[in-house]
């Protein structure tokens, strides 16, 4: 199969359900491949990762923007991801991350260790009476969804009767992210952008009035002060992001995991017996079936990598999900193995762009993974679990599962128990 056909593939439904079979019809045109005229795909784990680092490669920019979406700037959607850190440069980039990157220190993170226990203990508490009945639950929305949201609510300072609201407007807003999305999805993800937007504004003007403890009136103030610092779109823009950032990835990474775990029962039972092995679990389930598949990068100078040169101007989609898979970083990596050395996967990318909330994101997973199938020993899925037809962020639209009988819940296990602070 042609380069630009297993790209044309990739990008289809089907494609975007099951992809790991289409990665491998381009990685045998090699690490890195021109699939059309200015683009290119990278599959490579070295070239992956040596492309994120690279400070020749950004992403896009505005006047690239320009040609690509001309009427972008009337568009909720694509002006909410262009104004933030995640769709921006040096200097710029640096300057909002700094402004926010305190939140997510590793000390911070650490000092978060028991609410995120104590959270995911009562979504269980509440899942568990919920199925009572010996009826079928989604654990996305019982569990996946709302511990992350709860803990990213927290640190913004959103009040918990809001929460519900933000899963529909964050999945529509998250279809700009696609590398491919039709007038249709656009208007739908506008709509999510739009909501977004107005429930901020209204947050910040709240915050003006009675400060909090909160990163939104850290970022209010920062831009009060001093609006060159945060001009009042990058603040809207910025909240928005975290908000859809700090729960999106890390609600795939959990239902992904939790499927993976429920079809691997050897190794569900290891983690089980022995939560210490969270964080190599964690790893690894990342690597498997990333909840961040792919991201792009525009040249702004010529690059040469994996054999080829990347004239400036080109864009480069650099496939994480393949590049985890790579057969010359990781042995046998079609298999999901918990016991293989430090995977390291690039799930949450490399380089100046490498994702804020990534620890906070593996705390949570490695202390909910234990908690699920310590608690609800006999837990099962019910059915075939649905894919989204979405291919940047991977996940379900919705996992059923059978609780079983429920466990004791050991309220005394320390939490330094289930693994080491990342």
Same mark, same amino acid.
């Given at each position: 199969?042609?380069?630009?056909?297993?790209?044309?593939?990739?990008?289809?439904?089907?494609?975007?359900?099951?992809?790991?079979?289409?990665?491998?019809?381009?990685?045998?045109?090699?690490?890195?491949?021109?699939?059309?005229?200015?683009?290119?795909?990278?599959?490579?784990?070295?070239?992956?990762?040596?492309?994120?680092?690279?400070?020749?490669?950004?992403?896009?920019?505005?006047?690239?923007?320009?040609?690509?979406?001309?009427?972008?700037?009337?568009?909720?959607?694509?002006?909410?991801?262009?104004?933030?850190?995640?769709?921006?440069?040096?200097?710029?980039?640096?300057?909002?991350?700094?402004?926010?990157? =305190?939140?997510?220190? #590793?000390?911070?993170?650490?000092?978060?260790?028991? +609410?995120?226990? $104590?959270? &995911?203990? @009562? !979504?269980? /508490?509440?899942?568990?009476?919920?199925?009572?009945?010996?009826?079928?639950?989604?654990?996305?929305?019982?569990?996946?969804?709302?511990?992350?949201?709860?803990?990213?609510?927290?640190?913004?300072?959103?009040?918990?009767?809001?929460?519900?609201?933000?899963?529909?407007?964050?999945?529509?807003?998250? =279809?700009?992210?696609? #590398?491919?999305?039709?007038?249709?999805?656009?208007? +739908?993800?506008? $709509?999510? &952008?739009? @909501? !977004?937007? /107005?429930?901020?504004?209204?947050?910040?003007?709240?915050?003006?009035?009675?400060?909090?403890?909160?990163?939104?009136?850290?970022?209010?103030?920062?831009?009060?002060?001093?609006?060159?610092?945060?001009?009042?779109?990058?603040?809207?823009?910025?909240?928005?992001?975290?908000?859809?950032?700090?729960?999106?990835?890390?609600?795939?990474?959990?239902?992904?995991?939790?499927?993976?775990?429920?079809?691997?029962?050897?190794?569900?039972?290891?983690?089980?017996?022995?939560?210490?092995?969270?964080?190599?679990?964690?790893?690894?389930?990342?690597?498997?079936?990333?909840?961040?598949?792919?991201?792009?990068?525009?040249?702004?100078?010529?690059?040469?990598?994996?054999?080829?040169?990347?004239?400036?101007?080109?864009?480069?989609?650099?496939?994480?999900?393949?590049?985890?898979?790579?057969?010359?970083?990781?042995?046998?990596?079609?298999?999901?193995?918990?016991?293989?050395?430090?995977?390291?996967?690039?799930?949450?990318?490399?380089?100046?762009?490498?994702?804020?909330?990534?620890?906070?994101?593996?705390?949570?997973?490695?202390?909910?993974?234990?908690?699920?199938?310590?608690?609800?020993?006999?837990?099962?899925?019910?059915?075939?679990?649905?894919?989204?037809?979405?291919?940047?962020?991977?996940?379900?639209?919705?996992?059923?599962?059978?609780?079983?009988?429920?466990?004791?819940?050991?309220?005394?296990?320390?939490?330094?128990?289930?693994?080491?602070?990342?």
């Amino acid at each position: 199969m042609e380069a630009a056909e297993a790209l044309t593939l990739l990008m289809s439904p089907q494609g975007r359900v099951d992809p790991y079979p289409t990665y491998e019809r381009l990685r045998a045109h090699g690490p890195v491949v021109q699939a059309l005229p200015g683009l290119y795909v990278v599959t490579g784990y070295p070239e992956a990762d040596e492309l994120l680092r690279d400070p020749r490669l950004g992403v896009l920019d505005d006047a690239l923007r320009d040609q690509v979406w001309p009427n972008w700037r009337q568009s909720p959607a694509i002006s909410s991801i262009a104004r933030s850190m995640l769709r921006t440069n040096p200097p710029d980039h640096s300057r909002m991350r700094r402004l926010a990157a =305190g939140a997510f220190s #590793p000390r911070r993170i650490a000092g978060m260790r028991d +609410v995120v226990r $104590a959270q &995911a203990e @009562e !979504l269980l /508490d509440a899942m568990a009476g919920r199925a009572a009945d010996g009826k079928p639950v989604d654990v996305l929305a019982d569990f996946a969804y709302p511990l992350p949201v709860g803990v990213i609510c927290a640190l913004l300072g959103v009040p918990a009767q809001d929460r519900p609201l933000f899963r529909r407007w964050a999945g529509d807003l998250t =279809g700009v992210l696609e #590398p491919e999305i039709t007038t249709e999805e656009l208007a +739908v993800a506008d $709509a999510g &952008a739009a @909501e !977004l937007r /107005d429930y901020f504004v209204e947050l910040v003007v709240a915050r003006r009035r009675a400060p909090a403890d909160d990163l939104t009136t850290a970022l209010v103030q920062v831009h009060d002060a001093d609006g060159d610092r945060l001009t009042g779109a990058e603040l809207l823009a910025n909240l928005v992001v975290l908000l859809v950032a700090g729960f999106e990835t890390t609600t795939n990474l959990l239902g992904n995991g939790l499927v993976v775990l429920l079809r691997h029962p050897e190794a569900a039972a290891a983690l089980r017996a022995d939560p210490g092995l969270a964080p190599a679990y964690v790893e690894e389930l990342l690597r498997y079936d990333s909840p961040v598949q792919l991201t792009t990068r525009t040249s702004t100078a010529p690059v040469r990598c994996g054999g080829l040169d990347l004239p400036a101007g080109s864009t480069t989609l650099l496939l994480l999900g393949a590049a985890n898979r790579d057969p010359r970083r990781f042995s046998d990596p079609q298999r999901f193995d918990p016991t293989r050395d430090q995977a390291h996967p690039l799930s949450f990318g490399a380089g100046p762009h490498y994702c804020l909330g990534a620890g906070l994101a593996r705390l949570e997973a490695q202390l909910a993974f234990p908690l699920l199938l310590r608690r609800l020993p006999e837990l099962a899925l019910a059915g075939t679990p649905r894919h989204r037809t979405r291919l940047t962020l991977r996940g379900y639209e919705s996992l059923p599962v059978m609780l079983g009988t429920p466990a004791e819940a050991d309220r005394g296990t320390p939490a330094g128990a289930l693994g080491n602070t990342p």
